[in-house]
C-alpha cells in the first residue's frame, strides 16, 4: 500500500473542529516559530496549550528547538495561535503534511500569519542576529517538483493556480519595518528567502549560486507554508532571523551547524519577541 497522498477537506475539518471545542479561544493571528525561537509562544497572555501529539491527524516535531506545542492566547491584545516547533520536508512529512497546520488554522478563522525562522546569510552585507522581512522567495523544492498544492485541488480552499507574486503582504512588511524602527533596531533587513530541502547544509558553490540568484537568506522552511497560505488567502508576513553566514569562501574553516542556530536564536530571542509584539500592537486587520 502506498502512502497516503493527500488529506481530505474532512480531516482539516475534523482538526479545526475539535481545538475549536477545545479552547474558547478563536485565533485571528497564527505565529509559526522557527528553529529556536519557541519563545514567541510564552508571551502569549491566559495561554491553553497542546501537545501535537494529542491534536488528531496533526503530525509530530522532531528537530531540536521545536518544542511540539501548540499555544492559544493573547498577544498585544490578539487573539492568536502559535506553533512552538513547525514540520520540515526533511523530517520525512509529504509536503501536504509540513502544511496541515496552516488550512486548520484558516478554518478556525485566522486571517494573518506571521512565519519566523533562523536562516543562514548569503547577502554579504547581513550579520548574525540581523532581522530579513521576507518580501520574496525562491522555492527550490518546488523547482525539483515538489509542491504541497499537488494533486487534485480543493476548491474550498483556493483556486487552482494561486499567484505568488504579492505572497508577502507590502502592509504588513511596512508595519515590521516601521515597528523596527520604533524599538531603535539597527539589524532591520528587507530580502529575499530561499527554501531548500535540507537536512544538509549548502555547499560553498550552491551558497554562491543561490546569491547570484537573488536569495539574500537560505533556509529549509517556510516557503511551503507560504504557497498553502497565499492558496487559502491569508495575509502573509515571514521573518527571517540570520543565525550565521553562509560559508561562501574556501578559505573559510567555518562550518554551519544546528546547534549555534539554536544559540543565536537564543540571543536575539528578546529583539524578536518584542518585535513581533510591537507589531501586532500596531496591527489592524481592516488595513492590510
Ligand atoms: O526554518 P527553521 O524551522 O527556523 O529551521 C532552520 O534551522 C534548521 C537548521 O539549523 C533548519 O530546519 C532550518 O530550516
Keep these: 500500500m502506498s502512502e497516503k497522498e493527500s488529506c481530505t477537506y474532512e480531516e482539516y475539518k475534523q482538526t479545526s473542529d475539535w481545538l475549536l471545542s477545545k479552547t474558547k479561544h478563536r485565533p485571528i493571528v497564527a505565529i509559526v516559530c522557527g528553529s529556536g525561537l ?21 503530525p509530530k516535531s522532531t528537530v531540536p528547538g521545536h518544542a511540539g506545542r501548540l499555544i492559544f492566547g493573547n498577544l498585544s491584545g490578539k487573539p492568536c495561535v502559535c506553533m512552538q516547533g513547525r514540520f ?13 497546520p496552516v488550512r486548520v488554522f484558516h478554518l478556525m478563522g485566522v486571517e494573518a500569519i506571521i512565519l519566523t525562522n533562523a536562516a543562514g546569510g548569503l547577502n554579504q552585507e547581513f550579520s ?9 522567495h525562491i522555492n527550490m523544492v518546488g523547482f525539483a517538483g515538489q509542491n504541497p498544492l499537488f494533486g487534485h485541488n480543493e476548491d474550498r480552499f483556493g483556486p487552482r493556480f494561486p499567484p505568488m507574486s504579492d505572497a508577502y503582504n507590502k502592509n504588513m512588511r511596512s508595519l515590521l519595518l516601521a515597528a523596527g524602527k520604533e524599538l531603535g533596531y539597527n539589524n532591520m533587513r528587507e530580502g529575499v ?12 558553490a550552491e551558497c554562491r549560486f543561490l546569491n547570484k540568484l537573488g536569495a539574500d537568506a537560505v533556509g ?5 507554508e507560504v504557497v498553502v497560505a497565499r492558496h487559502c488567502g491569508l495575509r502573509i508576513l515571514g521573518i527571517s532571523l540570520i543565525t550565521n ?3 561562501m569562501d574556501y578559505d573559510s574553516n567555518f562550518t554551519a551547524n544546528h546547534e549555534e542556530v539554536l544559540q543565536a536564536g537564543k540571543d536575539s530571542a528578546k529583539y524578536m519577541e518584542k518585535l513581533v509584539s510591537t507589531f501586532l500592537q500596531r496591527l489592524d486587520l481592516n488595513k492590510v
Design 245 to 247: 553566514k553562509a560559508v
Design 38 to 58: 519557541g519563545g514567541l509562544g510564552e508571551l502569549l497572555k491566559d495561554q491553553q496549550a497542546f501537545n501535537y501529539c494529542d491534536i488528531p491527524n496533526f
Design 88 to 100: 520540515h520536508f526533511y523530517e520525512g512529512y509529504p509536503l501536504w503534511k509540513v502544511t496541515f
Design 193 to 204: 528567502y530561499c527554501g531548500l530541502g535540507g537536512p544538509n547544509f549548502e555547499t560553498i
Design 220 to 224: 529549509m522552511s517556510t516557503v511551503h
Design 128 to 136: 548574525v542576529g540581523d532581522i530579513m522581512v521576507i518580501k520574496d
